[in-house]
Every structure is written in structure tokens, then in C-alpha cells.
């Protein structure tokens, strides 16, 4: 029973609940972008690059072969995929990244902003400090 109670406190702590919004967050910003780079950057892009739809974009390595079948239909020789590098959805993932990297850089970076304009609390003086302003304090009267 220790077991569960410790995975228990383990699993409502303050930084686990955090962690799983965030990482919520993330995937659901991830969709976003990827809709917007699919839906918005992307035609631009093709249009810029003469109608070039980059998802359609690949290198053919070895072209597909349809299956070949006799009279009665019994297949002679099976049918082979094609192989081919996709580098037009490569790209467009790569800019999706970039737009993520960049969002959470900025928000990075308001966050450090934000850490250094607070003022850092003065520590407490130890009880030895203390002791010595009173000292000082009461040798000045």
C-alpha cells in the first residue's frame, strides 16, 4: 500500500500536472502550425515557385511495377511499390519546426525577461548580523 500512496503523491505533484499540460499544450500548438504551414505558408510558397505543390514533391528512385497476370488471372510477377526519397513533405516539416523553434525562443525569452527585471529579494541578515546592528545601533545613542 506505501507503493501507491507514494505514486499517488508522486503523480498529483505540482511539476508532473505541469509537465503533462504543457506537453497537452504542445502537441495541440504543433497541429496548429502544422495547419497553418499546410493550409496558408505552403500555397504561398507554390505559388511564389510557379504552382510547385511541395507535397507532391519526391525523388523516384525505382518506379513502381503493377502486378502482371495471366488469362485466367493468376498473378505471374507480384507487383512492386515505388521507392522514392520525399523531400517536397521533408521541407515542409522542416518549416513547421522552424516555426515552433522560433515561438518557443520567444517565449523563452520572455520568460528570462521577466526573471531579470524582478528584483531579487534581499536574504534575511543572519542572526550574528543582527546582532551587530543592534550593537552599532545602540553605541550610536
Do not use: Q
Not at 11 to 18: I, Q, W
Not at 41 to 54: A, E, R, S, Y
Not at 70 to 94: H, Q, R
Amino acid at each position: 500500500m506505501g507503493m501507491l500512496k507514494e505514486f499517488k503523491e508522486f503523480a498529483v505533484r505540482g511539476n508532473l500536472v505541469d509537465t503533462a499540460v504543457a506537453f497537452i499544450m504542445g502537441a495541440s500548438f504543433g497541429k496548429i502550425v502544422s495547419s497553418f504551414v499546410d493550409g496558408m505558408i505552403m500555397p504561398l510558397v507554390g505559388m511564389l515557385t510557379g504552382g510547385v505543390d511541395f507535397n507532391d514533391k519526391k525523388l523516384v528512385l525505382k518506379d513502381a511495377i503493377e502486378a502482371v497476370k495471366d488469362s485466367s488471372g493468376k498473378v505471374v510477377t507480384p507487383a512492386v511499390a515505388e521507392v522514392s526519397v520525399k523531400y517536397g513533405v521533408f521541407i515542409t516539416n522542416l518549416i513547421d519546426f522552424v516555426i515552433v523553434a522560433f515561438a518557443v525562443f520567444m517565449v523563452i525569452k520572455g520568460i528570462n525577461k521577466i526573471k531579470k527585471d524582478t528584483p531579487a529579494e534581499a536574504a534575511a541578515p543572519s542572526s550574528t548580523d543582527t546582532l551587530l546592528m543592534e550593537i552599532r545601533d545602540s553605541l550610536r545613542k
